[in-house]
């Protein structure tokens, strides 16, 4: 049966679809629902039914019912970004399975859009937020979480005064990892590429890096700073500045793997010798690192780890349970060649 079968000329409705499939309009909700205790033949009829007549859920009419509307609104920096691209669909693949769809939007570091977001995805009724706080968050967007009436989870970057829920790697931890493994490796002098100076991670990252020490007049010595945006573009100008002032490091660590592929490009182009010579480690290892070459060193974070944690959080939130919860992500060294191992 088709909609012009039904010889109404409209929509068609839950009756029609119960009646097509030989059941209660009552069972045909619980097929709806995922309720119910029915056979699996009657689900798939209902299911056959709603195919043949073109019968479309109306959602928005079920969650003013229900008071839910099985939405999470996602406030990430930039999608674009490999760490943020894997953690987004971890946590909207995690969701899904559960029911949920997640409304995805980006703040581009603004903290300004970042709070019309958060309006905006109350105004469509969101059943609870997931944010990664843009670059100088700050009381601000504490004192918006705080007055919200749905569950929020703030994700990947710490954001201080918060006292709710959030999950996110250590990045100190992951600061101390790199710089052990470069003093191992006799390294004496870094440079930091990439990242705004405001951001909590790199403040991290680069409190780790330096503060890691073998013994006394061991620590690694900071000799060039490079703030800035975390694409290939700007490693590869980075490393560009650096190889023309003559005055390299014994090794360059990376902020992401994307700025550690622009420093192989720079490299490439102007100074091939030291391609294999020169230390390269990077943070996140999306899977794009294992197939540079040579492969990258880099500080495993586990975006997708992290993005399925927020999930679960949330999950449990959405059932009631308020109470924050605290989830900080070990990383882990994974060592290849662009160190100087072998």
Known sequence: MTLDETGTGRRPTLKDVADAAGVSRATASLVLRGTGNLTDSTRERVRDAMGRLGYVYHRGAASLRAGSTRTIGMIANDSSNLFMGEFTSALELAMVDHGFVTLVCHSYENPERQSLLIRSLLERGVDAIVVVPSVDSGP???SVLDLLDVPAVVAVRPLAGWAGSFVGP????GGRL???????HGSRTVAYFGAPLGLTPRHDRLSGLLGESEGPGGALEL?????GPMTAAAGRAFAEELLADHALPDAIVCHNESLAFGVYRALREHAPELVDRMRVIAFDDVEEAALWEPPLTTLDVNARDVGRRAAEILRV?????RAPQRQTIEPRLVIRRSCGCH
Do not use: I, K, S
């Open 140 to 142: 601000e967007l504490v």
């Open 170 to 173: 250590d990045n100190v931890q």
């Open 178 to 184: 790199a710089a052990r493994h470069l003093l191992e």
């Open 223 to 227: 000799v060039a700073d490079r703030p």
């Open 317 to 321: 939130h959405l059932t009631g349970d």
